[in-house]
């Protein structure tokens, strides 16, 4: 009889085994692990050791990351429109009063001025103060051989009251500036 108790527990033994095995695969799917099972026809109990595994947790896919894409310029967006620079600061140039004074035959004041630079475009302005009151009178000037003439600037006696006038004549071009010292003129 003990033979065949040997016999019955070497029979039995790979089945216990192909059992827990089983046993363990189920368990696994469900988290748990199976018991050890004993031999109902042994009279010793059969362990068998099957390997344990524990259920990792699932986890959530960790995020990525996202591009955005840029916006291309499509035909219908205007391009961004360029502010040009601001033209240069005109240049300092030196006016000078080569004359000016009463005219008594023509009853007015005229004064003669020049431009220390040669160019077509600028205009001179010639105005008298006097206690307080402005009188001007303006000209294209005109380039010669080594300045810019301003020619004659006149102011008829009529806008004029007798006194000493201070005379200052101003040049302005696109490229040239500049205001001479004044000068004085008498009117009778």
């Known amino acids: 009889m003990h033979r065949a108790h ?8 790979p089945l ?22 004993a ?31 840029t916006p291309t310029p499509s035909a219908t967006q205007p391009e961004p429109t360029q502010v040009p620079a601001p033209p240069p600061a005109p240049a300092a140039v030196t006016v000078t009063i080569s004359y000016g ?19 077509q475009t600028g205009t001179c302005t010639l105005t008298l ?4 009151r402005s009188v001007t009178a303006s000209s294209t000037a005109a380039a010669d051989a080594s300045s810019t003439s301003c020619g004659a600037l006149v102011v008829p006696g009529s ?3 007798s006194g000493t006038w201070s005379a200052v004549v101003a040049y302005a071009s696109p ?14």
Do not use: D, H, K, M
Request: aromatic share 2%; glycine share 10%; hydrophobic share 35%.
């Open 6 to 13: 040997g016999r019955a527990v070497r029979l039995l033994a």
């Open 175 to 188: 490229t040239s500036a500049g205001t001479s010292t004044p000068t004085e003129v008498v009117v009778p």
């Open 16 to 37: 216990v085994l192909v059992g827990a095995l089983a046993g363990c695969s189920l368990g696994s799917a469900n988290g748990t692990t199976p018991a050890p099972t």
């Open 159 to 161: 806008q004029l009251t």
């Open 101 to 119: 004074g009463w005219v008594p035959a023509a009853a007015r004041v005229e004064v003669g001025a020049y431009v220390g630079v040669i160019e």
């Open 129 to 132: 103060t006097r206690s307080g």
């Open 39 to 69: 031999s109902a026809t042994s009279t010793s109990p059969v362990v068998t050791s099957a390997p344990t595994t524990t259920s990792t947790p699932t986890r959530a896919p960790s995020p990525t990351s996202v591009s955005t894409p």
